[in-house]
């Protein structure tokens, strides 16, 4: 699932072998879950009227090539024109705060809203390489998309040093492919902000009932079906040339069978259910009943 | 962002002329707009819990990650005008079993870091209730009530408390609910009595132990407009053909239409389970009652006999001996708590619930599945 506009960027690797074989290789990739996304723009938008953008640690875990960003929190930083101070303490204070919880993740990188990179980014990008080694640290990039001519997206980023003498504030930002990732038990969550988001009023009450829910996840499944049978209606008629890409995932969707409903599995699916929608009403009865009758016994 | 928009208007106001005195912190007018909803001594009644979107993943994450089912932290934000909107939260950590003094210390001590450094980022800070995650609808006990106990007294407002349930998200419904005491329940938590004679005063059943605050989930704009802009087609796919399939960050999902019942099998376990519990718990109280019964019995039998003693020794003409002294020879037993059976009972008819409602689910998805078949 990409984030944001495709890039035309080409996403470079420099062979590990080639530099000292200890270090760890740079990550080729970098999950984003949508907790730690939604931490940054809630920050963004806590800023103070002078700030222009916000930076703050990633946390999250890596494997090999790939680093995973779980959960971001907010670092104070300042920056003028001559120079830019991160708080550090307050930096290392809130990672102790969030390793009691959560001690599995670490620091993966950091950081910033906006997306220009500048020599500040490279020395900020120098201090947490220094917090994540030997391991390299990764650079997110928010843009929040209220500049106008923008588009909200993220980038990812790892610093490659540059110079015949690598020095602190020069880096160049390699580009790294980033996606959304999150669990599928959290799946619904995220649908549920996604409608919320694109309602009116940015509000929805709760709790829903299983069966709304249901009921739409049909509907949206039958205008699924009827704008497949409006695009074969137009194949079959010839206004359209069909794909046959497109056929065969119709074939392979379509056909799947349901002989095990037919032969005498729904009714006894149907009993089962049945039963245990009675079984459930009974227990809730029985609980009713008892905790009214502790309330009359004398 | 809603949330801190009082103290954003309140801000932007010209700061007064005279400057007062440092140590005397400023407190600057309210305007007229705002101070019929601004209460500052906690007047306006809550009427609603308002979630935001930031405050939802954490919440889904958390719940997740959790090691048990007791993923708990603390909700943060603000009310405004019987609103309470939540906007931000921090989890806490977990401890296992028994909360020795040493852990329920460091913990204090971690809120108060925390809390701490969420102020330095102009986060909000003012805790509003904390969260508590179940599975299967099953959030009543003990140690719940506890917390929600106090806190509702020393919260602002009172505090709430929301309930995530992980198995109904699972599949496929995200569910976040709003609870508080009710007062009935307080009064008889003050007085730490939940004998038969008080939950009849206070008529207390599972039910009534909690009530449920509406509650909204809302996004801000900005949000929104991300999220809006993640679910756009992709542009490489849109190309194939603008008419099918959608490529975004988000893809359509439909985990609901499901048709597995895995999550029966623990559901009915859970019930058995419970109803076990109820049962011990049950045996318990009728064993206490029998010995109160019992030495109430004994207690009595002593006091006629002292008193036929005491009739022969006044006809004997003897001073008689004092009846009072009954209630030292014999210790009756205070009446047992029910506040557990209470909440085992609330716990079986939330396991009865959540099984009633798979199983009316599974009965429409059956249909559906059959009436797709073409049969």
């Known amino acids: ?298 | 962002m809603a949330t801190s928009m009082a103290a954003a208007l309140a801000a932007s106001l010209p700061a007064p002329s005279a400057a007062p005195a440092p140590p005397t912190p400023t407190y600057e007018a309210i305007p007229a707009s705002m101070s019929k909803v601004i209460d500052i001594e906690a007047e306006i009644p809550l009427t609603c819990v308002q979630l935001d979107g930031m405050v939802v993943t954490k919440l889904l994450k958390h719940a997740r990650e959790a090691p048990s089912a007791t993923a708990h932290g603390l909700l943060l934000g603000l009310d405004l005008d019987g609103t309470l909107e939540i906007s931000n939260s921090f989890p806490l950590p977990h401890h296992a079993g028994d909360e020795d003094d040493r852990s329920s210390k460091s913990v204090a001590r971690y809120q108060a870091s925390m809390l701490r450094s969420l102020k330095e980022v102009q986060a909000d800070d003012s805790v509003v209730g904390f969260y508590q995650a179940t599975t299967l609808g099953a959030f009543l006990n003990q140690t719940l009530v506890d917390t929600q106990a106090i806190h509702q007294e020393k919260l602002r407002h009172g505090g709430i408390v929301i309930v995530h349930d992980i198995s109904q998200t699972a599949r496929g419904n995200a569910s976040f609910r709003a609870f508080r005491l009710t007062s009935a329940f307080l009064n008889a938590h003050k007085t730490s009595n939940f004998s038969t004679s008080s939950l009849m005063a206070h008529s207390l059943t599972f039910s009534s132990i909690l009530e449920e605050v509406p509650l909204k989930i809302r996004t801000n704009p900005l949000l929104s407009s991300f999220l809006g802009t993640l679910m756009e087609p992709d542009e490489s796919l849109a190309s194939l053909d603008g008419e099918l399939g959608t490529g975004s960050a988000i893809p359509p999902s439909f985990g609901v239409l499901e048709f597995g019942t895995a999550g029966l099998t623990r559901n009915l376990e859970q019930i058995v389970e419970a109803v076990d519990n109820y049962r011990t718990e049950e045996g318990n109280l009728a064993y206490l009652s029998r010995q109160i019964a019992r030495e109430r019995l004994k207690a009595d039998q002593f006091v006629t006999k002292r008193k036929e003693e005491n009739a022969a020794r006044v006809a004997q003409g003897l001073a008689p001996l004092p009846e009072e002294d009954v209630a030292r020879l014999f210790k009756i037993p205070a009446e047992p708590s029910r506040l557990e059976s209470l909440l085992l009972l609330g716990q079986i008819d939330a396991y009865g619930k959540s099984l009633a409602g798979t199983a009316s689910t599974g009965l429409v998805k059956m249909y559906a599945a059959k009436a797709g078949s073409g049969a």
């Open chain 1, 1 to 298: 699932m990409p984030l944001g506009p495709s890039s035309s960027a080409v996403h470079v690797h420099l062979n590990p072998t080639a530099a000292a074989p200890n270090v760890p290789r740079t990550p080729t990739s970098v999950t984003v879950h949508p907790g730690a996304l939604f931490s940054i723009l809630d920050h963004y938008l806590r800023r103070t009227d002078t700030q222009d953008r916000v930076i703050g640690t990633l946390l999250g875990t890596r494997t090999e090539t790939e680093v995973e960003v779980r959960s971001s929190f907010a670092v104070l930083h300042s920056e003028t024109s001559e120079q830019v101070a991160v708080d550090m303490d307050y930096h290392r204070a809130m990672y102790e705060l969030h390793h009691r919880v959560n001690p599995k993740e670490i620091i993966v990188g950091w950081y910033s809203t906006g997306s220009n990179l500048n020599t500040y980014s490279a020395l900020i990008q120098n201090f947490y390489s220094e917090e994540t080694a030997p391991n390299q640290a990764i650079h997110l990039a928010i843009n929040t998309g209220v500049e106008e001519g923008e588009q909200a997206g993220v980038k990812a980023f790892v610093g490659s040093p540059v110079g015949v003498f690598p020095k602190p504030e020069n880096c160049v930002f390699v580009p790294v492919p980033v996606e959304l990732r999150f669990h599928d038990a959290e799946r619904s969550g995220i649908d549920l902000l996604t409608k919320t988001a694109t309602s009116l009023s940015s509000t929805s009450s709760q709790p829903v009932s299983d069966l709304e829910i249901l009921e739409q996840a049909i509907l949206t499944v039958q205008g699924m079906l009827d704008r497949v049978l409006t695009y074969i209606q137009a194949v079959l008629s010839g206004e359209k040339k069909g794909d046959p890409a497109i056929g065969r995932y119709l074939m392979d969707t379509l056909g799947a069978s349901a002989d095990d409903l037919e032969k005498g599995g729904f009714n006894s699916t149907l009993q089962d259910t049945l039963m245990i929608s009675y079984l459930a009403n009974l227990v809730r009865s029985q609980a009713e009943v008892s905790s009214r009758l502790a309330l009359a016994a004398t």
